[in-house]
C-alpha cells in the first residue's frame, strides 16, 4: 500500500543553524501539509501547498519558515534559523484529490535543537 | 476559533472489554472528521473518516458516530486488544481561507491490559 515517507527520521541540530525535512507524498495525490507536535502537546497545522503554491498558513509558519516542491516527488519544510522552541515532530500529510478526502500522514521527523 | 476535546485524557481497560472514546467540537462548521492512531514516537494512522453528511463509519472492530449539530463524535472499539494500546487523535477539517486544515485534539491515551 502506497505511503507517505520522511526523512531524516531524526534530526538534531544547534540553534541557528538551517534544517531541511523531507517528504516524498503519495504518488498522484495533489495535496500537501505540514503538521507539527511539540512533545506533550496537540498535532498542530503549519501550511499546506497546492499547485505549486501555498493554499494557507498557520501564525506559526512565519518567515523562518518555508515550502518547496523542487521536483514531481518531494516536499520539503525548511527553517531557516532554528530556535529551541522549534523542537518538535514534524509531519507531512497529502491528499489525493478532494480537500475533504483522508489525510494520508508519513511517520515524521523529530527534530531536536540544542 | 474551532477547539476540539477529547475526555478522558488517559484510559485503562481489561482486555476484551468494549470502550467509547469521546470528542467534542466547538464550531459545527466542519467538513468531515477523522480518527487518528499514533503510537508513542511514531506517525499518525487513519482510522476512519466520516464526512459531515454521514452519521458514522465502521471498520473491522471500530465504529465512529458523528453528531455535528451537537459538536460531538465517539469512537467505539469492540472487544480491545492489548495491541490496540496507543493514543487515539480525532481532528476536524475545517474551512480556512481557500484552504482546508484538520484542527486536532490532545488525544486519548489508551491501554488495553492483557
Known amino acids: 500500500e502506497p505511503e507517505v515517507t520522511q526523512t531524516p527520521s531524526h534530526q538534531v541540530t544547534q540553534m541557528g543553524q538551517e534544517v531541511i525535512l523531507r517528504c516524498v507524498p503519495i504518488s498522484n495525490h495533489l495535496y500537501f501539509y505540514w503538521y507539527r507536535q511539540i512533545l506533550g502537546q496537540k498535532v498542530e497545522f503549519l501550511v499546506s501547498?497546492?499547485?505549486?503554491?501555498?493554499?494557507?498558513k498557520s501564525e506559526i509558519f512565519d518567515d523562518q519558515f518555508s515550502v518547496e516542491r523542487p521536483d514531481g516527488s518531494n516536499f520539503t519544510l525548511k527553517i531557516r534559523s532554528t530556535k529551541l522552541e522549534d523542537s518538535a515532530m514534524y509531519f507531512c500529510?497529502?491528499?489525493?484529490?478532494?480537500?475533504?478526502?483522508?489525510?494520508?500522514f508519513g511517520p515524521g521527523t523529530r527534530l531536536t535543537v540544542l | 476559533k474551532q477547539e476540539v476535546t477529547q475526555i478522558p485524557a488517559a484510559l485503562s481497560v481489561p482486555e476484551g472489554e468494549n470502550l467509547v472514546l469521546n470528542c467534542s467540537f466547538t464550531?459545527?462548521?466542519?467538513?468531515?472528521l477523522q480518527w487518528f492512531r499514533q503510537d508513542p514516537g511514531k506517525g499518525l494512522t487513519s482510522l476512519l473518516l466520516i464526512q459531515s453528511s454521514q452519521r458514522e463509519q465502521t471498520s473491522g472492530r471500530l465504529n465512529a458516530s458523528l453528531d455535528k449539530s451537537s459538536g460531538r463524535s465517539t469512537l467505539y472499539i469492540a472487544a480491545s486488544q492489548p495491541g490496540d494500546s496507543a493514543t487515539y487523535l480525532c481532528?476536524?477539517?475545517?474551512?480556512?481561507?481557500?484552504?482546508?486544515?484538520?484542527?486536532f485534539g490532545s488525544g486519548t491515551q489508551l491501554t488495553v491490559l492483557p
Open positions: 464550531d459545527s462548521a466542519i467538513y468531515n
Open positions: 501547498f497546492y499547485n505549486n503554491e501555498i493554499s494557507e
Open positions: 481532528a476536524v477539517l475545517i474551512s480556512s481561507g481557500s484552504a482546508r486544515q484538520l484542527t
Open positions: 500529510a497529502s491528499i489525493l484529490r478532494g480537500l475533504t478526502d483522508t489525510q494520508y
